[in-house]
């Protein structure tokens, strides 16, 4: 299949986790997809994963349906790196569909339950590249999608916006996203650019298997007890919407993964059906504005 074949997107920390599997998602279904990421050099992070390596098998996935990866070197605490990076998208491609804002710093202590104050100020980083970076990256794509009229801006959220999860900056990070991206959609909706948010549940990145096998007795049930998606199922998710022509339905709303993919007919890698964590974790506080009277509230 190629869906999204002459499609132009973004994915943000790509290099490992969740970015990695969304960029191969897409470029599977024909995309053409930047990947962005820190990670250059192989080994010099604890964990697997590059740009380079994300991008060569964005390309071999997208063989067949004229899908490839373009890997571009990003800190997303860097603003004029990513201006850089969404100016080579505009001379390169001429045009953005797709932006998954899926970068986001974690704190090595994120699992360490000392509470907020025993914890560094230097953690503060997590509003840096996951709050102001999923801004900096949505204003520029914005920019080239509202001309065009046309796109979707998807971010990478969590149950940790209305059921406590690792700690303060966490849940406040993940609860501002929700709320910057539903008013992104208000502002949106004119220029038909949808803005959405997807509630992942337990993602089996490669942090999470780590940090499962060292940590998992110390993180709470509702976590732990959560049937794990593969990092690729997201991604499938995401393809489906950026081909859904009514995608404007969507725009404004929270969503969970699993109760998406279940809509559009999706299943795992390993064809199973990723249940939802709704009744352990919560529901979504915001719906679509397409089904509120946003202006009067």
């Not at 502002?187 to 990145?205: C, F, K, R």
């Amino acid at each position: 299949m190629s869906t999204l074949k002459g499609k132009v997107a973004v994915v943000t920390g790509a290099s490992r986790g969740i970015g990695r599997g969304v960029a191969l998602a897409l470029a599977e279904q024909g995309a053409t997809v930047y990947v962005t990421g820190r990670t250059v050099t192989p080994g010099s992070y604890y964990l697997p994963g590059t740009v380079g390596e994300t991008a060569a098998q964005c390309s071999e996935r997208g063989a067949a349906s004229g899908g490839r990866g373009i890997a571009v070197a990003v800190d997303h605490a860097d603003d004029e790196k990513v201006a850089a990076l969404f100016e080579q998208v505009r001379r390169e491609q001429g045009r953005l569909d797709i932006l998954v804002n899926n970068a986001f710093t974690l704190s090595d202590d994120l699992l360490d339950g000392k509470p907020f104050w025993e914890k560094p100020l230097s953690n503060l980083e997590m509003w840096d590249v996951g709050i102001k970076s999923n801004y900096v990256a949505a204003w520029h794509a914005a920019n080239i999608m509202a001309p065009q009229q046309s796109g979707l801006i998807v971010a990478i959220s969590g149950f940790a916006a209305v059921t406590y999860t690792y700690g303060v900056i966490f849940g406040t990070s993940k609860t501002a996203v929700d709320r910057m991206s539903r008013d992104m959609a208000i502002e949106l909706q004119p220029y038909n650019v949808a803005s959405i948010v997807m509630w992942q549940g337990l993602t089996l990145t490669e942090k999470a298997r780590d940090n499962l096998a060292r940590m998992g007795h110390s993180m709470t049930r509702s976590i732990t007890n959560q049937t794990g998606s593969s990092v690729e199922h997201p991604g499938r998710v995401i393809a489906a919407m950026a081909a859904d022509p009514q995608i404007m339905r969507r725009s404004g709303g929270t969503f969970i993964t699993a109760e998406l993919a279940q809509e559009y007919g999706i299943t795992d890698v390993d064809g199973s059906v990723v249940p939802s964590a709704r009744a352990t974790r919560g529901a979504p506080i915001w719906k679509p504005i397409s089904e509120v009277d946003y202006r009067g509230k």
